[in-house]
């Protein structure tokens, strides 16, 4: 039990265009999905904190008009990157959390690697 | 702000020696302690975790342990094995009870055979 998927897992986009990136939980329900960021060699940079049918929380330094997350449904989140540039270019992973015996664990998807050119 | 330290960040030993990588965390709310292992390119793994009503946990190989008053936390793993060569992240439970983590810097280990 506990998965989560996330796709693309690779995608390559010139500057300028933006790219959604989803995270599905497969068997059970996600009421907290995270995004995380990753460049090469660093650890994972928390983006933002997204409840179900509730606005996204950003961390501090992340811009929320750039990078759009909608967390629509209990087993599907989305993160946009819009107008991408070379420096949005990094390793996505999602995680969720649910209820119950799925509360205190977050789950991660395997993520999607980014490329900008 | 929150904050886990990590150390130390890369850690080289033999094959069968003991490795311990220590996190200490700002927050004294935190109240939950995961370890995960990443492979290059692949999604961190849980490898073991604590909670704050707890000093010690052992699964194995792979042990925790806490001390809330001094704020830190270490990853024992015992007789090591070529396979255990990976990135290791402590993280530590936000304080805005979110379920969100905060995760060290990583540590590289290194097992030679």
């Known amino acids: 039990g506990a998965v989560v998927s996330q796709h693309p897992s690779r995608v390559i986009c010139k500057s300028g265009t933006s790219v959604k990136i989803e995270c599905r939980s497969l068997d059970f329900q996600a009421t907290t999905m995270f995004w995380y960021r990753q460049f090469p060699k660093q650890s994972l940079m928390l983006m933002a904190t997204s409840n179900e049918g509730s606005k996204a929380t950003y961390e501090q330094g992340v811009e929320k008009d750039k990078f759009l997350i909608n967390h629509a449904s209990l087993t599907l989140s989305t993160l946009t990157v819009t107008s991408a540039h070379p420096e949005d270019s990094s390793f996505y992973i999602c995680?969720?959390?649910?209820?119950?015996?799925?509360?205190?664990?977050?789950?991660f998807g395997p993520g999607t690697r980014l490329t900008v050119t | 702000g929150e904050n886990v330290e990590q150390h130390p960040s890369t850690l080289s030993v033999q094959e069968g020696d003991s490795a311990v990588i220590k996190c200490t965390y700002s927050d004294s709310a935190s109240n939950y302690f995961p370890w995960y292992k990443q492979e290059l390119g692949k999604r961190p793994q849980l490898i073991i975790d604590i909670r704050s009503n707890v000093g010690e946990k052992k699964d194995q190989r792979i042990a925790v342990t806490l001390n809330k008053t001094a704020k830190h936390f270490s990853l024992h793993i015992t007789e090591t094995q070529p396979e255990d060569s990976a990135v290791y992240f402590c993280?530590?439970?936000?304080?805005?009870?979110?379920?969100?983590?905060?995760f060290g810097q990583g540590t590289t280990l290194q097992v030679k055979p």
């Open positions: 993280a530590a439970s936000g304080s805005s009870n979110t379920g969100k983590l905060i």
């Open positions: 995680s969720a959390r649910g209820t119950g015996g799925y509360f205190y664990e977050q789950y």
